[in-house]
């Protein structure tokens, strides 16, 4: 996020990477046997896993994140690194990164999509409400915190 | 080798070299470091193996084994390993989020492996990646009750998962010298800018915002604010905080309404019958009446969701084990719990040999010394020790003896 010195050329280091031993090879065998058995698994109980639909939301969830959360994310850093410098920096993304995964977590309540069951012990609170106010505590902590560590210096 | 000209000039602009954690001026962050990428990987690989072994005791409450029975007590495990489950898989989203941040630029690298073994990583990361958010959001989604899928949740989610831990462990091979190397001790590890020339020295010079310790602590923080703001569904101590939690204890919720199950003319029809069968000398045929009629008995219990709410009620009811006896089953029997509900795979539950016959295990008419809504399984509920709240089957009509 923050501007630093410019790396060119070719760059160093080991080109073939580091060695793969038996601890390589043992865990990938164990591993890809574990993700064998849930292939398998999922394409056995098709009826209920729809694999179809299951590898669509597989890839989907990657192609989400890598194309629409991770663009995001660095825009906001690079939006905030712009216009927030100093000491106000650290708390700024410290906030915004807490603030955001809350949003994430809280996003499926805040659309209410549980209402369709008429279910009335489903999503008891106005989670917009409570959303607002822990994300108010989470920027006074983080400018109190930055107050706090000024004041040290 | 790939041939210098302009496409892989400008493919080399955007992408990052397989050998190094980034290229610098690709996406230059002093945060996007192995050190970080090591920390993060930890605390995701500890998350991630608390879901998956609650998770799998949770699969073996709903699909139970003949040799492997379930045992009744201590009664509140399941209370304590589900609420574990939703609470780790909660807490794994900042860290998940975080680490993806950390490493991305490894998933643009270019060209994308050299060797048989990089292959056979980057495949295995696939599946971790993939599989990780594919967990993490259905979770959520799940207990938030948003279904933006026609597959069943638990089956999808139970495969997704040995999915994911088989790439977990995979990479946890791949990575094990340099995350070993990157949580040494401080004295005993060596300098970044050793390590790693070009990431190093950037990553260890001044700049503002967060330093690396910061970072770590931020997605520490929020993880604590998204348990903090959650996990009072499950603990009461914190009940007062779970602001963001889907469920509130305090309103003693239900999963699934009685409309919902189709069951509210049956429950409350004169009609209604509890039957007692299978392999009993007395098969047994009782009014709604002469069930309330038979000796009552207390047990407080918690109700433990799969979707990671509990609370603690006390239930009043007649024991499982006194019908058993009334109706002649052999001590030790096994039975089915079967619903009024017609279509839902929860309409019928396994009792096993040792939660049939635990004093505890319910068939409930009343709740908190209220006599039972329909919404909780009026007019009989199954009520065990150690049981997931799906298998607490609502609007008992018949019990199968096996």
Redesign the interface.
Known sequence: ????????GT????????K?GP??????A??????????R??LH?RI???PG??AR???G??L???LV??PL?LLA?TAL?RTV???W??PA??AL??S???L???Y??L?G??RA?????????D?AA??A??VGV?VVVSAAAALVSASRR | MVRSSGLTDLVGRYTT????PL???AY????RDERVAAWLGAALGILFTTCFATGLFSHLHQHPLSWLPVPARPAGLYRFTQGLHVASG?AS??VL??K??VV?PR?VSFPPG??I??A??RL?I??L???G??MV??G??NI?????????FT??H?????????????????K???TGRALRHRKSRPALAEA???LG??AE?R?????RR??L???A??SG??TL??VGQTLPGLRRLA??????PA???????A??AGVLESAASPAYRLRVEGRVATPLTLAIDEVRALPAQHADLPIACVEGWSYSARWTGVRLRDLLQMAGAHPGAAVHVESLEEHSPYRVSVVNHLQAHDPDTLLATHLDGEPLSP?HGAPLRLIGPDRPGVNQTKWVTRVVVL
């Open positions: 996020m923050s501007a630093g010195p410019v790396f060119r760059p160093p280091g080991p080109r073939d990477g580091p793969r601890l390589f090879w043992g865990s990938a164990a591993g890809w046997a574990l993700i064998l058995w849930g292939v698994g999922a109980h209920d896993t729809r639909q299951l939301f597989l890839i969830g990657a989400a994140h890598d959360l991770a994310v850093g690194a410098g100093g000491r920096r650290a993304q410290a990164l807490v955001g995964t809350l994430l977590f809280t499926p309540a659309r999509y549980a069951l008429h279910n009335p012990t489903s999503l008891p609170h989670y409570n959303l106010l822990v989470v | 070299d397989p050998d190094l290229r610098q001026h230059q962050s002093p945060l909660i989203l900042p989020v975080a993806l941040w991305w998933f050299r060797r073994a990089d056979v990583e295995g696939l599946a990646v993939t599989g958010i594919f959001f259905s959520v989604a938030a009750q948003w279904y933006p899928w026609r597959f069943s089956a999808a139970y495969w997704t998962a040995w999915v994911t831990i088989g790439g977990l462990l995979a990479h946890l091979g791949a094990a010298p340099i790693d020339p070009v020295t950037g010079g700049h503002d915002g967060l330093d910061g970072f602590r931020t997605v923080a929020a604010v998204l703001t959650t602001l963001l939690a889907p469920r509130d309103d003693r919720p239900v999963n699934r309404s409309r919902n919404d």
